[in-house]
């Protein structure tokens, strides 16, 4: 890491984003710290923080050109449109590419080559234009994060019940941290990265029974997994308020769940962050901390 180098974090006001840029200030404090963001008020506790802000939208060509000038290190965090994301992430990578970029790194899905899962269609075409590119790049092929699951815990302790079409599918999750962690230690290092690929996923893997069972043994209370149709999850999530369409998308993904899509024992995520990962147990006990008037069993 030298002195003048740039890092530029697209989505840096996301979830994953503000994570990864609070762990650059941490480890890579004399860095130029860059944040793509799309509303900068959103984002004043960066900009307090001494992250630089840079307004564009990945639809609009001309902005991310502009947001990525100078740019040593882009780490693309990939859109959250799906079935919108080729254009903009083409948008994000011609702008690295004009800025002279060092460095590329995209958040990919886990297995992106061989994931037979709708949503890795997209990640495998982004793969192919950051190849073509002749961009230096690092894939970093993330698996499912647990707050997939623990963002929905207070509904399942309402119903007593996570509804799924993962069957007895095991899904090697890690926290969104771990995944943050690792992006952020690619991005600080003064390493040579370039044409890595890696498999991130977390250190141990369960079924949604398994999970529903940790819900109900930490909260004292009854959760049962109860495994549907990919026809009849994606009518559950249709009738949750979900549009048609990405009820489509996610029950197809939890069907090809069942089939082993997102389980992985590479251990590669621990090994880049220099930790285990965040156990799902962990995760489960941080999301009932949260609810108010939690009253828990023992953990």
Same mark, same amino acid.
Do not use: C
């Given at each position: 890491?030298?002195?003048?180098?740039?890092?530029?974090?697209?989505?840096?006001?996301?979830?994953?984003?503000?994570?990864? &840029?609070?762990?650059?200030?941490?480890?890579?404090?004399?860095?130029?710290?860059?944040?793509?963001?799309?509303?900068?008020?959103?984002?004043?506790?960066?900009?307090?923080?001494?992250?630089?802000?840079? &307004?564009?939208?990945?639809?609009?060509?001309?902005?991310? *050109?502009?947001?990525?000038?100078?740019?040593?290190?882009?780490?693309?965090?990939?859109?959250?449109?799906? $079935? $919108? $994301?080729?254009?903009?992430?083409?948008?994000?990578?011609?702008?690295?590419?004009?800025?002279?970029?060092?460095?590329?790194?995209?958040?990919?899905?886990?297995?992106?080559?061989?994931?037979?899962?709708?949503?890795?269609?997209?990640?495998?075409?982004?793969?192919?234009?950051?190849?073509?590119?002749?961009?230096?790049?690092?894939?970093?092929?993330?698996?499912?994060?647990?707050?997939?699951?623990?963002?929905?815990?207070?509904? *399942?302790?309402?119903?007593?019940?996570?509804?799924?079409?993962?069957?007895?599918?095991?899904?090697?999750?890690?926290?969104?941290?771990?995944?943050?962690?690792?992006?952020?230690?690619?991005?600080?290092?003064?390493?040579?990265?370039?044409?890595?690929?890696?498999?991130?996923?977390?250190?141990?893997?369960?079924?949604?029974?398994?999970?529903?069972?940790?819900?109900?043994?930490?909260?004292?209370?009854?959760?049962?997994?109860?495994?549907?149709?990919?026809?009849?999850?994606?009518?559950?999530?249709?009738?949750?308020?979900?549009?048609?369409?990405?009820?489509?998308?996610?029950?197809?993904?939890?069907?090809?769940?069942?089939?082993?899509?997102?389980?992985?024992?590479?251990?590669?995520?621990?090994?880049?962050?220099?930790?285990?990962?965040?156990?799902?147990?962990?995760? &489960?006990?941080?999301?009932?901390?949260?609810?108010?008037?939690?009253?828990?069993?023992?953990?």
């Amino acid at each position: 890491m030298t002195v003048s180098e740039s890092i530029v974090v697209t989505g840096a006001s996301g979830q994953l984003g503000r994570l990864v &840029v609070a762990d650059l200030l941490r480890i890579a404090p004399e860095a130029r710290l860059i944040g793509i963001v799309r509303n900068p008020a959103a984002a004043k506790d960066l900009t307090d923080r001494g992250v630089e802000l840079r &307004v564009a939208r990945y639809e609009d060509a001309a902005s991310v *050109a502009a947001a990525l000038a100078g740019a040593d290190k882009v780490l693309l965090i990939s859109s959250s449109e799906a $079935r $919108r $994301r080729i254009p903009q992430h083409r948008h994000v990578i011609d702008a690295a590419k004009a800025a002279g970029a060092k460095l590329f790194l995209y958040t990919s899905i886990l297995h992106a080559d061989t994931n037979p899962m709708a949503l890795a269609i997209e990640h495998r075409e982004t793969e192919a234009l950051i190849h073509s590119s002749g961009l230096p790049f690092v894939l970093l092929r993330n698996g499912w994060y647990t707050e997939n699951y623990t963002a929905g815990l207070a509904a *399942a302790l309402r119903h007593g019940v996570i509804l799924g079409a993962a069957g007895d599918g095991r899904v090697s999750s890690a926290a969104r941290a771990d995944f943050a962690a690792a992006a952020a230690a690619m991005l600080a290092s003064p390493a040579t990265q370039t044409g890595r690929v890696y498999e991130l996923a977390g250190d141990s893997a369960y079924t949604l029974t398994e999970l529903a069972a940790e819900i109900a043994r930490q909260s004292g209370r009854p959760v049962i997994y109860r495994n549907l149709s990919e026809a009849d999850y994606k009518a559950a999530l249709q009738a949750d308020g979900l549009p048609e369409e990405f009820g489509a998308l996610y029950a197809e993904s939890d069907a090809k769940l069942a089939a082993g899509a997102l389980h992985d024992e590479s251990r590669q995520l621990s090994g880049l962050i220099g930790r285990p990962t965040t156990t799902m147990a962990q995760s &489960v006990a941080a999301a009932l901390a949260q609810i108010p008037s939690m009253h828990r069993g023992s953990s």
